[in-house]
């Protein structure tokens, strides 16, 4: 008799998610699958709104992220408008969204991971959070939340909001940058440079015990995507993306937001709202890839900034092609940290950083644009329509959980044939099997651009469609 | 008959006040610092008491009047701010809300709206009502403005302005009841209606019904102060 096992809901995401176990008679694990079960209709109700307002409206499908949507919008809005934004605009953008992707990846890391990885995956779940952490080792939990203030702090100083800014409009910023506030966010720097040292070492010495997670956690070979410079280096907010195979040959390069429609298509499946991405030419599913740190960091030549370059060194040594093992992603994420901060120094020292023509104005001048950035989590597409009015007509969201749909359901089967034995798994086992979707910091929210609320259940479901064990949380 | 003005004295809030024959309940409390709240009313424009909110309580009478139409007179005893106003006010404030769609977070006037103010110093917490969000157009047909007929509370502050001051008459309401709306000309687009394009709508609009294209949230302050301004340099012309 065949079972299914369902973790419902899978914690320490943002966003509700469920995972299915489908086991054989002889109770091994046949398939997996990863559930996004909501769906919100953003892209729907977004029609008929005049253009501009597209970036606060699709701001609101997340609160972890929300300057990645107000960025990727405001350059689809740019595109409408056929406008280049100013310099300092697009700097003072840039560190927006470096300070968004600091603090994003301070909280996947130390409050939605660092349990898993400090206190143990089969450690009493009683105290497998962030307080535990703390209580454990508060060095690292004040890193945690210092870390996370930094880059939430940014964003309340340039956008005077530190969720929702609404200073990122078409054309710029609303306001530039006054120096009280540039010598406020210099002053910080070196607190968030020793928070992300002491997060790099704690991981750095902790890493090894994990020689079986890391061989199970979606560690299987895949194409990659993401942004990257001219000098092939890594960017979040500008450049034009790059898709390697899994030995790190390009696929294609240069792909500009406006041809993204004609590269990456999106596949639909039963069992999930979100959609599954896929590179067009190569087809479905052999044309998914990987988006997000891991990601990155495999594309990339270099880094660009003097520490950040030194670990992404070290971290290259992990393998001599592209790095296969998700469970790498909070590697991968700590270092990104390091370079945003380092990038975001950089920035305050731009001679225009303080200029006070930060804004581009025009009309409808185009009726299609898009717009594409490095979200945390990996790229994001936002494609808009709109009449001769400036009133949309159509939207399409393509967000980084999407792209990283099809390796996380493959990730959860991997783990799950390897942690279900015989028809049974341990709390401890079907935390690895959560830790597999942890790793690539999914959002769902923003990946269903959903509301509702779906709590996490894993299931254990039979042949026949019979639960037979099952876990809610 | 003499040209004298005729004074009248009466008691706002239990304060001992003047004023001409004539004058509003609104204008005498403004003139003596007491605060009624406003929406439909701006000084400049002529007063229609669309509103309500301006409601007060008249000692003798059990009818609430407008104290931005309702004129004084002698002995009148006025209350601004009792408990059954508020409740009142209130509850106007939450129709409103919940007549159109007024979801602030994503309006291009959050922060800058008059309604927002309203209900915040009214001390609205929710709206017990169930939102109505009918679909209503927005029209963008103009070169440099936008009406959003979801935002509009039907104050015709635009209608008036437009109206009185800038002397086109553009605007005016179509409808009746609840399925009023305002509209341009004999309800043309507003692009390709006979507008000025002088923008004094927009200023004048509470809410983000009328706003400048391309302008949104923390950029779209309006200033409505200018009409007494325009009307005084009128009348010394």
Redesign the interface.
């Known amino acids: 008799m065949s079972q299914t096992i369902t973790i419902d809901p899978v914690t320490r995401l943002e966003g509700h998610g469920k995972i299915t176990i489908h086991l054989n008679g002889q109770g091994e694990v046949e398939d997996a699958q990863f559930h996004v079960t909501q769906v919100r209709g953003f892209e729907k109700f977004s029609e008929g709104r005049p253009f501009y307002e597209m970036p606060s409206l699709m701001a609101r499908i997340c609160g972890i992220c929300p300057v990645s949507h107000l960025i990727a919008s405001a350059k689809a809005c740019e595109a409408i408008m056929s406008v280049r934004i100013p310099h300092t605009a697009a700097q003072l953008r840039r560190m927006l969204n470096l300070a968004q992707m600091v603090q994003s990846h301070a909280l996947s890391f130390f409050h939605l991971s660092s349990p898993d990885l400090l206190l143990g995956m089969d450690s009493d779940p009683a105290h497998r959070h962030i307080f535990g952490v703390a209580a454990a080792r508060p060095d690292l939990g004040l890193a945690g939340i210092g870390l996370r203030r930094f880059g939430q702090h940014i964003i309340e100083l340039l956008g005077d909001k530190r969720i929702h800014p609404g200073w990122v409009v078409p054309g710029g910023v609303t306001e530039p940058l006054a120096p009280s506030k540039r010598d406020e966010i210099l002053a910080m720097l070196p607190e968030a440079y020793a928070n992300v040292q002491l997060a790099l070492t704690a991981y750095k010495q902790i890493a090894d015990r994990f020689q079986q997670e890391i061989s199970v956690f979606a560690n299987f070979p895949s194409n990659y995507l993401g942004l990257i410079n001219d000098d092939e280096s890594i960017e979040f907010t500008d450049g034009t993306l790059r898709l390697i195979d899994p030995k790190g040959e390009i696929i294609e390069d240069g792909i500009t937001a406006n041809r993204f429609t004609e590269a990456i298509g999106e596949a639909v499946e039963p069992f999930s709202y979100t959609k599954f991405v896929y590179y067009k030419p190569l087809g479905y599913p052999q044309g998914s890839y990987r988006v997000g740190p891991l990601a990155r960091l495999n594309i990339v030549k270099s880094i660009g900034t003097p520490l950040a370059e030194k670990e992404f060194a070290e971290y290259k040594q992990l393998s001599s092609g592209p790095i296969e093992s998700s469970f790498f992603y909070h590697h991968a994420r700590l270092v990104e940290a390091l370079y945003g901060i380092e990038k975001i120094e950089e920035i305050l020292t731009d001679p225009l950083i303080l200029d006070k023509h930060v804004r581009a104005t025009a009309g409808v001048n185009r009726l299609e644009g898009a717009g594409q950035i490095e979200a945390p989590r990996g790229t994001l597409s936002h494609h808009y329509k709109v009449d001769e009015n400036g009133k949309m007509t159509w939207a399409n969201l393509v967000v980084a959980t999407g792209h990283n749909n099809n390796a996380m359901n493959k990730g959860v089967l991997q783990a799950a044939r390897s942690y279900v034995k015989d028809g049974k798994f341990t709390e401890g086992a079907l935390n690895r099997v959560e830790a597999v979707i942890r790793t690539f910091d999914p959002c769902l929210s923003c990946s269903t651009h959903a509301f509702g609320q779906m709590p996490l259940v894993l299931s254990l479901v039979s042949p026949d469609g019979e639960i037979v064990d099952q876990v809610v949380r | 008959m003499s040209d004298a003005v005729e004074v009248k004295t009466l008691i706002i809030d239990e304060q001992e006040v003047s004023a001409r024959r004539g004058q509003t309940i609104l204008d005498v409390a403004r003139e003596n610092d007491i605060n009624i709240p406003t929406l439909c009313h701006l000084e400049g424009l002529s007063d229609v008491g669309a509103c309500r909110l301006c409601l007060v309580e008249i000692k003798g009478s059990n009818k609430l009047l407008p104290a931005c139409v309702a004129t004084v007179f002698e002995g009148m005893e006025v209350s601004t701010n009792t408990e059954r106003l508020q409740k009142h006010r209130r509850m106007i404030l939450e129709m409103l809300f919940a007549e159109r769609n007024h979801i602030c ?2 309006c ?1 006037s ?2 800058h709206c008059e309604l927002q103010t309203m209900g915040q110093e009214q001390g609205l917490t929710h709206i017990r009502l169930p939102y109505r969000n009918p679909s209503l157009n ?1 029209d ?2 103009h ?1 440099r403005f ?1 009406v ?1 007929h979801n935002r509009c509370i039907l104050c015709t502050r635009c209608v008036r302005a437009c109206a009185e001051i800038e002397g086109a008459h553009v605007w005016d309401v179509m409808g009746r009841g609840i399925n009023s709306i305002v509209i341009t000309d004999l309800h043309e687009e507003w ?1 390709s209606s006979t507008c000025t394009r002088c923008g004094k709508c927009v200023q004048v609009c509470p809410t983000g019904a009328l706003f400048d ?7 779209h302050p309006k200033n409505p102060d200018f009409l007494p301004y325009l009307n005084l340099m009128r009348e010394a012309q």
Do not use: R
């Not at chain 2, 294209?213 to 950029?219: E, I, N, P, Q």
């Open positions: 977070a994503v291009v959050n922060g927005v963008a047909s070169e936008t959003d692009g294209k391309s302008k949104v949230g923390t950029d």
